[in-house]
C-alpha cells in the first residue's frame, strides 16, 4: 500500500513500506510539523492576480504549511492581488503580514471563499474554518515596531475596531467602538505622573457623574459642567452623606464698608470687624435652605451699631443690640427661605481674642 498524505503534506506511511528510509522521511515529517506550528516565510504576490498556493506534499517549504507569511511585491501593485489556500486545510492558523508597495487591497482567501482583504501595511491574525479564510480580530492594525530604546507605535492601534490613538507629544485617547465602553478591570485604578497632581476630567460639555454598580443601585456625586456649575451628593433611598472626619467651610472675612456687601455663596461663614456704624447690605447667591454665620467684632473702640437690611427677619421683627464693650463679639446664625433669611439664633458678647 503507497504512503497517504495529509492536506498540509505530512506523509502517513503504512507498515512494511520504506525499508530502512523511516528515519529520513520521519524527519521531514518533523520538519513540515515545525515550520506548521511556527514557521516563517516571504511569498511574492503577482500584480493584479491570485496567486494560488499548492501543497507539496513530503516536502518542506510550503507557503500554505507555514503559520508566518509575509507577502511582498516587486514593485507598486497596479491592482487587487492576493494568494488563495486549498479548500481542505481547515484549522490551520496564519500571521500574514502585507509588505506589498502601491497601497492596493490584497487579499488572503480559500480557493472557493472570499478571505480577508486590508490594503493597509499590518499584520493580521487569520485562520482557516473549513471553507474561507476568517480575520480573528487580534492584531488588527498592528503596523511594524520600531526598534528603538523608547516602544513606540507606527500608526493607531485598533482592537476589533476599537482604537488607542497616539502620535507624537500628544494625548493617547482609548475610543470604543460604536456606543462601547472602557472598563478597567483593576482593584485600583492610579492617575497621574509620579509626585504630580492628576486631573479627571470629561471632554466637552459633559457633566461628570461618579457612582457604583454601573449606576443600578447607588447614589451619586455629580460635577454639573459650565460656569457656576453645582457639585451634587444625590444619596440611593435612605442613604447619608457621611462624612468620616470633619466637613467645614472655611471662616472668611467680609471688608467693612458704609454697606458691607456679603457673597453667600463664597463666604457662608465669615467675620466682620466694625469700624463705624455700618449696614449690612443684601446678601447675594443664597439657595433655599442655606445656612450662614456672621460675627460681628467690635473694634478697639466699641460701641459700633449695625442695621441689618430688610431681607433679615428676627424674633418679634427686632433684631438683637449689639455688644457695645470693644473687642468684643456677637455671632449671628441664618436660614434661607422665600427670600429672607431667618434667624435662627444669635450668641452675644463673645470675647473672640
Given at each position: 500500500m503507497a504512503s497517504a498524505y495529509t492536506p498540509l503534506g505530512v506523509q502517513l506511511m503504512v507498515t512494511g513500506e520504506k525499508a530502512g528510509l523511516w528515519g529520513g522521511y520521519t524527519n521531514t515529517n518533523l520538519e513540515i510539523l515545525e515550520q506548521i506550528a511556527g514557521g516563517y516565510t516571504t511569498q511574492a504576490v503577482a500584480d493584479g492576480t491570485t496567486t494560488a498556493l499548492a501543497v507539496a506534499d513530503g516536502s518542506t517549504g510550503a507557503t500554505i504549511a507555514t503559520s508566518t507569511i509575509k507577502m511582498t511585491s516587486s514593485g507598486a501593485l497596479t491592482g487587487a492581488s492576493g494568494l488563495s489556500v486549498p479548500d481542505d486545510i481547515t484549522g490551520m492558523k496564519y500571521l500574514v503580514l502585507n509588505s506589498t508597495t502601491g497601497g492596493q487591497d490584497i487579499t488572503f482567501k480559500t480557493a472557493g471563499g472570499t478571505g480577508v482583504t486590508w490594503s493597509s501595511t499590518d499584520a493580521r491574525l487569520l485562520w482557516h474554518d473549513g471553507t474561507n479564510i476568517v480575520d480573528s480580530g487580534f492584531g488588527t492594525g498592528i503596523t511594524a515596531l520600531v526598534d528603538d530604546t523608547t516602544p513606540q507605535l507606527g500608526g493607531d492601534l485598533d482592537v476589533n475596531g476599537n482604537d488607542i490613538v497616539s502620535t507624537s507629544n500628544a494625548d493617547i485617547s482609548i475610543i470604543p467602538n460604536g456606543s462601547g465602553d472602557v472598563n478597567l478591570g483593576a482593584d485600583a485604578v492610579q492617575l497621574?505622573?509620579?509626585?504630580?497632581?492628576?486631573?479627571?476630567?470629561?471632554?466637552?460639555?459633559?457633566?461628570?457623574?461618579?457612582?457604583?454598580?454601573?449606576?443600578?443601585?447607588?447614589?451619586?456625586?455629580?460635577?454639573?459642567?459650565?460656569?457656576?456649575?453645582?457639585?451634587?451628593?444625590?444619596?440611593?433611598?435612605?442613604?447619608?452623606?457621611?462624612?468620616?472626619?470633619?466637613?467645614?467651610?472655611?471662616?472668611?472675612?467680609?471688608?467693612?464698608?458704609?454697606?458691607?456687601?456679603?457673597?453667600?455663596?463664597?463666604?457662608?461663614?465669615?467675620?466682620?470687624?466694625?469700624?463705624?456704624?455700618?449696614?449690612?447690605?443684601?446678601?447675594?447667591?443664597?439657595?433655599?435652605?442655606?445656612?450662614?454665620?456672621?460675627?460681628?467684632?467690635?473694634?478697639?473702640?466699641?460701641?459700633?451699631?449695625?442695621?441689618?437690611?430688610?431681607?433679615?427677619?428676627?424674633?418679634?421683627?427686632?433684631?438683637?443690640?449689639?455688644?457695645?464693650?470693644?473687642?468684643?463679639?456677637?455671632?449671628?446664625?441664618?436660614?434661607?427661605?422665600?427670600?429672607?433669611?431667618?434667624?435662627?439664633?444669635?450668641?452675644?458678647?463673645?470675647?473672640?481674642?
Amino acid at each position: 500500500m503507497a504512503s497517504a498524505y495529509t492536506p498540509l503534506g505530512v506523509q502517513l506511511m503504512v507498515t512494511g513500506e520504506k525499508a530502512g528510509l523511516w528515519g529520513g522521511y520521519t524527519n521531514t515529517n518533523l520538519e513540515i510539523l515545525e515550520q506548521i506550528a511556527g514557521g516563517y516565510t516571504t511569498q511574492a504576490v503577482a500584480d493584479g492576480t491570485t496567486t494560488a498556493l499548492a501543497v507539496a506534499d513530503g516536502s518542506t517549504g510550503a507557503t500554505i504549511a507555514t503559520s508566518t507569511i509575509k507577502m511582498t511585491s516587486s514593485g507598486a501593485l497596479t491592482g487587487a492581488s492576493g494568494l488563495s489556500v486549498p479548500d481542505d486545510i481547515t484549522g490551520m492558523k496564519y500571521l500574514v503580514l502585507n509588505s506589498t508597495t502601491g497601497g492596493q487591497d490584497i487579499t488572503f482567501k480559500t480557493a472557493g471563499g472570499t478571505g480577508v482583504t486590508w490594503s493597509s501595511t499590518d499584520a493580521r491574525l487569520l485562520w482557516h474554518d473549513g471553507t474561507n479564510i476568517v480575520d480573528s480580530g487580534f492584531g488588527t492594525g498592528i503596523t511594524a515596531l520600531v526598534d528603538d530604546t523608547t516602544p513606540q507605535l507606527g500608526g493607531d492601534l485598533d482592537v476589533n475596531g476599537n482604537d488607542i490613538v497616539s502620535t507624537s507629544n500628544a494625548d493617547i485617547s482609548i475610543i470604543p467602538n460604536g456606543s462601547g465602553d472602557v472598563n478597567l478591570g483593576a482593584d485600583a485604578v492610579q492617575l497621574g505622573d509620579l509626585n504630580a497632581d492628576a486631573t479627571l476630567t470629561t471632554q466637552g460639555t459633559g457633566d461628570m457623574i461618579l457612582n457604583t454598580n454601573n449606576g443600578t443601585n447607588a447614589g451619586n456625586i455629580t460635577l454639573a459642567d459650565g460656569a457656576n456649575g453645582d457639585i451634587s451628593f444625590t444619596n440611593n433611598g435612605s442613604g447619608n452623606v457621611v462624612f468620616n472626619d470633619a466637613a467645614y467651610a472655611p471662616e472668611t472675612s467680609l471688608t467693612d464698608a458704609a454697606t458691607i456687601t456679603w457673597d453667600v455663596q463664597a463666604m457662608p461663614i465669615t467675620k466682620v470687624t466694625l469700624t463705624d456704624n455700618r449696614i449690612v447690605g443684601l446678601p447675594t447667591n443664597g439657595q433655599a435652605g442655606q445656612f450662614i454665620s456672621l460675627l460681628v467684632i467690635q473694634d478697639v473702640t466699641g460701641s459700633r451699631t449695625l442695621t441689618w437690611n430688610a431681607v433679615f427677619e428676627f424674633p418679634l421683627e427686632a433684631a438683637p443690640t449689639l455688644t457695645t464693650t470693644a473687642s468684643l463679639g456677637d455671632l449671628f446664625v441664618f436660614r434661607y427661605h422665600n427670600s429672607k433669611w431667618l434667624q435662627v439664633g444669635s450668641s452675644l458678647a463673645l470675647t473672640v481674642a
